[in-house]
C-alpha cells in the first residue's frame, strides 16, 4: 500500500490448477505440531521473522525460472540448526497462523497489521490482507495446518461477509480498502479500492479452484467475482482508475504505468460480466530502466511491484510484444540487489546476504531505486523472501543471515513486542 492508496490470463489462468501451483508443493515433512499457536511458534522460530503477509513467497516451486527447487546447502554457522526447507516450512506455517489468528472468526476479515507479540485490540481490515488471507488457507488446508472443514467453513464465512455485507456498502463491486473487522464499515475514510479489490478476487479465485468441490464456496466466489463492474473503473477512460470516494467521484491517479497491476487488468479483461476492452493491456507506460547493464521495465516503485501479480498468475514461458514479465522480474530483482550493494560503504546494513529495502519506511526510492531518505535502520525479509522464485540461493541466505549478523527479527521472542506484522515486515 502506498500513501492510503493500493500498493499497491483470462480463463482458466485465473484458477491455479493443483497440479501446477506451489501451495501443493510438497517441501519437506511439516516440523511443527498443527496445534501450535503463534506464539509457541514464535518460541520455537527463536529469531525467525515477522510474522506477517510474506504472500508470494510460498506459492512457487520454481527458482530463477529454471523449475529446480533443491534448496543451498546451508552457510556454516550462521545459526539456524535447520534445513533450508525446514526454514522455509516454519515460516509458511508461522505466516499461516497470522492469517487464522487476526482474522475475525464471524467475518473472517483480516486485520491489515498485528502487534507481533499479541495483545493487539486494532480492529481495521485490509480486504487486500483478506486476500492474502484467502490463499493462505488454501495452502493451510494443503498442509494440514488446520483441519480441513474448519478452513472451508472460514472460507465460507469470508465470502458470505464479502457478498452480503462488503460488496453491497462499497460501489459496483468494488471494496472500500479498510473496514471495521467485525461490522464491515469503512475506516480511515478510505477510497473504493480498484487494486485491493483485485488482491481480494485473487484469494477468493483461487478458493473456487482448491475447494472446488465444495457446495457453497464455488457459487459465492462466481458471485462476487461478477458483481464487480471492471467498466465503470474506467471512468471513460483507458486505464483504470486507482479507486473512488463518495465524497469527491473517482481518484485522480490511474493504474498508468507499470506497477502492481497487470492482476487487476488481467482480472478486467477475464470478466464474463463488466470486461474492459483488450486494449486496455497496451494502454499503460513501460518504462525501460538501464542499471549496470541490465535492462529492464520498472517504475518509481518498490520490488513488491514485480512480485504480487506472480502470487496468482504464472508468467513463465509467456510474453506479449512488450516483455516476458517473470524474466522481466528477476531482472529487477538483480538490479536491486546491485543497488543496495552499492550503497553498503554509506550503509553498512547492506551485504551481499542483506539487501532489501522496506516499502513502508520512509525512505523514497527514484525510478532507479535511489534513495531519497534513510531514516532507521531497516530491512525487509518479506520482499526478499518473495524473490524466492527469481533468486533462490541469494534469498535463502537473506532468511538465514539474521541469525547470524543481526539481533533476530523484530517481534521474536529476542525482541518482542516491538514488532507490528503487516504486508511487509521489517527487521528492525
Not at 190 to 208: F, N, P, Q, W
Request: aromatic residues 10%; positive net charge; glycine residues 8%.
Amino acid at each position: 500500500m502506498r500513501d492510503g492508496l493500493a500498493h499497491k490470463t483470462p480463463g482458466a489462468g485465473l484458477h491455479p490448477s493443483k497440479s501446477n501451483s506451489s501451495f501443493h508443493l510438497k517441501r519437506g515433512s511439516n516440523t511443527l505440531k498443527n496445534n501450535l499457536t503463534r506464539r509457541e511458534v514464535l518460541g520455537q522460530l527463536g529469531k525467525v521473522a515477522v510474522f506477517s503477509l510474506l504472500p508470494t513467497m510460498t506459492f512457487f516451486p520454481f527458482g530463477c525460472g529454471s523449475g529446480i527447487t533443491t534448496s543451498p546447502t546451508p552457510s556454516p554457522g550462521d545459526g539456524y540448526p535447520g534445513t533450508d526447507d525446514q526454514l522455509l516450512e516454519e515460516i509458511e506455517k508461522a505466516v499461516f497462523l497470522f492469517f487464522w489468528e487476526q482474522a475475525d472468526s464471524t467475518t473472517g476479515q483480516v486485520k491489515d497489521r498485528a502487534l507481533a507479540a499479541g495483545n493487539d485490540t486494532r480492529t481495521v481490515s485490509s480486504i487486500a490482507a483478506t486476500g492474502f488471507g484467502l490463499t493462505a488457507l488454501c495452502i493451510g488446508d494443503q498442509r494440514g495446518y488446520q483441519p480441513s472443514a474448519a478452513i472451508a467453513a472460514r472460507v465460507q464465512t469470508t465470502l458470505h461477509f464479502v457478498l452480503n455485507q462488503l460488496q453491497p456498502n462499497g460501489m459496483n463491486g468494488f471494496l472500500y480498502h479498510f473496514v471495521d473487522m467485525t461490522t464491515g464499515a469503512r475506516a480511515f475514510n478510505s477510497e473504493v479500492s480498484s487494486i485491493d479489490t483485485a488482491i481480494l478476487l485473487c484469494g477468493a479465485l483461487m478458493c473456487r479452484q482448491h475447494f472446488s468441490q465444495d457446495p457453497q464456496i464455488p457459487g459465492l466466489v462466481t458471485r462476487i467475482y461478477n458483481n464487480v463492474n471492471f467498466a465503470w473503473m474506467l471512468n471513460d477512460g483507458t486505464t483504470l482508475s486507482m479507486g473512488w470516494k463518495p465524497e469527491t467521484g473517482f481518484l485522480g491517479a490511474r493504474w498508468d504505468h507499470y506497477s502492481e497491476h497487470m492482476m487487476l487488468y488481467l482480472l478486467a479483461m477475464a470478466s464474463p460480466t463488466f470486461p474492459i476492452p483488450a486494449s486496455s493491456w497496451s494502454a499503460w507506460s513501460r518504462l525501460v530502466i538501464q542499471y549496470q547493464g541490465l535492462s529492464y521495465i520498472s517504475g518509481s516503485d518498490p520490488l513488491f511491484v514485480h512480485q504480487y501479480s506472480h502470487a496468482w498468475f504464472d508468467f513463465r514461458a509467456k510474453k506479449d510484444v512488450f516483455a516476458n514479465y517473470f524474466q522481466n522480474s528477476i531482472t529487477a530483482t538483480q538490479a536491486h540487489r546491485l543497488f543496495c550493494l552499492s550503497l553498503s560503504r554509506q550503509f553498512s546494513d547492506y551485504s551481499a546476504d542483506l539487501w532489501e529495502l522496506a516499502p513502508r519506511t520512509r525512505r523514497r526510492a527514484t525510478w532507479r531505486g535511489e534513495v531519497r531518505q534513510r531514516r532507521g535502520r531497516q530491512l525487509d525479509p518479506s520482499t526478499a523472501a518473495s524473490c524466492l522464485a527469481r533468486q533462490q540461493a541469494r534469498c535463502h541466505l537473506f532468511l538465514r543471515t539474521p541469525f547470524t549478523c543481526c539481533d533476530g527479527f523484530a517481534g521474536t521472542t529476542r525482541n518482542p513486542g516491538s514488532a507490528i506484522a503487516t504486508s511487509t515486515p521489517s527487521i528492525h
